[in-house]
């Protein structure tokens, strides 16, 4: 026993004497990887040779969106990609995977896609793709999302998509605003509704069946109420969630889309409720307080809520945990003259939201802990309504453009959740804003 | 007579020996006098420093600069730096060394010491403003992220371990990872594995690096190689005085990522 103690003693002390004090250096940053992607278009004539480039050029846009990730090489410089490629002679050129894309026709036409991992010297992923022209995007967009995976071991944004509000066709004081969705690319935009009326607030399911928005509906009646509706994406359909007088808006859905939380003031203050879709009924008060509270983000898992609530006597940003309700609020934001649309990034760990700054409102990141607090954008218009992307590694936002003194224009853009510029997304459609990201 | 002899012989050998005792208290007074003096200002010295390790600012405005504009600033050559340093962070905050600071708020209490803290912040803030861009410190990106653009006296306080001097030794090895976070990167295939490595490495005092070993290896030869790359091509500041003995011995040893 004794001895035990002491070789006990004497292995600490040893420890002791190395005293080694271990640093965390912390997450690396992002190297960009340069792929490449070689297709082999012979045998290819026509319509087929046309949706056969195509394929390989969304694949090359997708890789490209994800900037200081992946760089994609230019095609006219991409090297001859095979089955059997010279791996050395692709890793001196700096590439990390290679892809191969070949084309067989079989009734219809199929891209065969091998991707090849080129530091280990083998192929990584062998896909299969439908090529026709009705289903070119999505089975391009399924295939780049698969080759992204592959390569790092996550989703991406390439099957999002985003739901806005535009203002095509209105007249004159005639504000016509309609709800529409888009690939997250800008393209495939398809109209929603067409109630000639003014569109608010969308928000989208989880599943992406369904998508909740307010209306106010331009009648010749004098009540004007800005009533929650939810849109089938199945049937096309639209119902009516919610007429409760005042406030029926910034509606989310709660995890597993059978509830919302939702902004109602029937009773005369601003408060956050949950409502059921089914029933159609409030089974729940999130807010109680005096202060109005408006605006809900509910994180993925349903365990956070962040709002904005005026009880500090300014428009700031409260986090709920939900389970616990008005005893676990805490506030995250100090600062700001005026903070508005709090959204959360899909893993609950920050949150976006728009401040006004210099006359204009700008987009601005927080830790939900309300620790670093960092501003997104600046010199860029006026810049409102942040969404995260699916994979929390872009915002889209609208921004508004002043042209002149009575004419401005506003569109949705997305940038990385750096700040980094991706680019104007919609175009054409009048003035577009309240983007709303598939999760 | 005997008695009264030995009694003036008593007298001036007593009132010596009495003298000498005297003396000698005196001598042993001002001695434990100096040696608590000196404590009683240790120990205040190592508060101020705990405290100032532990002064959290509060932001009051938001952040003018955005990221992107924050990660193109330059690192200016060790520059010492300014209040700026003291802020809101997770990490033990790095504050700067500015001994003389120190000695003119020694008599100072708490309270004041803090407000001083705060004031001295927003005049210095004050003055950087109108010469923002040339004079902006720029050495502590991630600091200056959350800082936002005005500073004042936060309220929190978190005490620090051991003493100040180990502080001291603390912040050094805070500044480790900043140093090398710029060379540490990866592309997206070996980020996705959640690999796990630690290099050992051995500084000189003036922080040049004799060697960086692997300790724990990821298992994977690229990861690791790219670890002890971005150790190499790091410059490390001065090691604080009385540790140096620790950077010679390798005791430092760097987690990537933890």
């Keep these: ?439 | 007579m005997s008695e009264r002899l030995s009694g003036e012989h008593g007298l001036s050998f007593y009132s010596v020996q009495s003298f000498f005792v005297h003396l000698s208290l005196v001598f042993l007074a001002l001695i434990i006098g100096k040696l608590s003096w000196d404590k009683v200002q240790d120990i205040r010295n190592e508060n101020i420093q705990l405290v100032q390790n532990s002064v959290r600012v509060d932001m009051v405005a938001m952040p003018e600069l955005t990221i992107k504009e924050l990660k193109t600033y330059e690192e200016p050559v060790s520059e010492p730096a300014p209040a700026e340093e003291v802020v809101k962070k997770e990490e033990p905050p790095v504050v700067a060394d500015q001994p003389e600071f120190v000695e003119e708020k020694k008599k100072q209490d708490f309270a004041s010491m803090l407000k001083n803290l705060s004031q001295k912040k927003v005049e210095e803030k004050a003055a950087k403003k109108e010469k923002k861009k040339d004079s902006f410190d720029t050495s502590k990106i991630n600091k200056l992220v959350a800082a936002g653009n005005k500073l004042s006296a936060g309220a929190a306080l978190v005490g620090g371990e051991g003493s100040a001097a180990q502080g001291e030794y603390a912040r050094y090895l805070g500044t480790i990872p900043e140093a090398i976070k710029p060379f540490w990167k990866l592309p997206s295939y070996l980020a996705s594995q959640d690999l796990k490595a630690r290099v050992r490495i051995f500084i000189k005092e003036d922080g040049t690096l004799i060697k960086a070993q692997l300790y724990e290896s990821s298992g994977n030869e690229e990861y690791d190689q790219r670890a002890i790359d971005s150790v190499e091509k790091a410059r490390f500041g001065r090691i604080p005085q009385g540790f140096a003995a620790k950077g010679l011995a390798g005791e430092i040893v760097l987690g990537f990522p933890l």
């Excluded at chain 1, 295939?143 to 007249?171: H, M, P, Y």
Aim: glycine share 8%; aromatic share 8%; net charge neutral.
């Design chain 1, 1 to 439: 026993m004794k001895f035990l103690t002491l070789f006990i003693l004497l292995m600490s002390s040893n420890l002791m004497a190395q005293n080694l004090t271990i640093v965390a250096v912390g997450e690396a940053g992002v190297e960009a990887s340069l792929v490449a992607f070689h297709a082999n278009y012979s045998s290819l004539t026509g319509a087929d040779l046309k949706v056969a480039k195509d394929f390989v050029k969304i694949l090359r846009e997708d890789f490209a969106f994800y900037k200081g990730t992946f760089e994609v090489v230019n095609e006219s410089k991409t090297p001859e990609i095979d089955s059997s490629p010279n791996y050395e002679k692709l890793k001196s050129a700096g590439i990390t995977f290679a892809g191969n894309v070949t084309f067989r026709k079989d009734g219809v036409l199929y891209a065969n896609v091998q991707l090849h991992d080129v530091n280990a010297g083998k192929v990584a992923l062998l896909k299969d793709a439908l090529v026709t022209e009705s289903k070119l995007r999505p089975s391009a967009h399924e295939t780049a999302n698969a080759l992204f995976k592959t390569v790092t071991g996550k989703d991406s944004v390439f099957e999002s998509q985003i739901t806005f509000v535009c203002d095509k066709g209105s007249r004159g004081d005639n504000i016509v605003k309609e709800l529409y969705i888009m690939d997250f690319d800008g393209k495939n935009v398809k109209r929603l509704t067409n109630h000639g009326g003014v569109v608010m607030s969308p928000a989208i399911s989880q599943n992406r069946k369904k998508i909740l928005y307010s209306l106010i509906q331009q009648t010749r009646s004098k009540s004007r109420n800005n009533n929650l509706y939810v849109l089938d994406m199945d049937t096309g359909n639209s119902s009516l969630v919610s007429s409760r007088s005042g406030i029926n808006s910034g509606a989310v859905f709660m995890p597993g889309d059978k509830s919302i939380a939702l902004t109602l003031s029937h009773t005369g203050n601003a408060e956050i409720y949950e409502v059921s879709l089914a029933s159609k009924d409030i089974i729940g008060t999130l807010t109680k307080h005096s202060a109005p509270d408006v605006d809900p983000s509910v994180n993925v898992d349903g365990s956070k809520m962040a709002f904005l609530s005026g009880r500090a006597n300014k428009a700031e940003i409260y986090i709920m945990d939900l389970p616990g309700r008005e005893k676990n609020t805490k506030r995250i934001s100090y600062v700001g003259k005026f903070n508005a649309t709090p959204r959360f990034s899909p893993d609950g760990k920050e949150l976006a939201f728009s401040s006004w700054l210099d006359n204009r409102f700008d987009i601005f990141r927080i830790g939900s802990d309300g620790h670093n607090l960092v501003r997104l954008t600046k010199d860029f218009g006026s810049n409102e309504d942040p969404t995260y992307s699916n994979d929390g590694q872009f915002i889209a936002f609208a921004s508004q453009r002043v042209l002149s003194r009575t004419e401005a224009v506003q569109n949705v853009y997305i940038m990385t959740r750096d700040g980094e510029m991706i680019g104007q997304i919609t175009e054409g459609l009048g003035n577009c804003q309240s983007p709303r990201w598939t999760k």
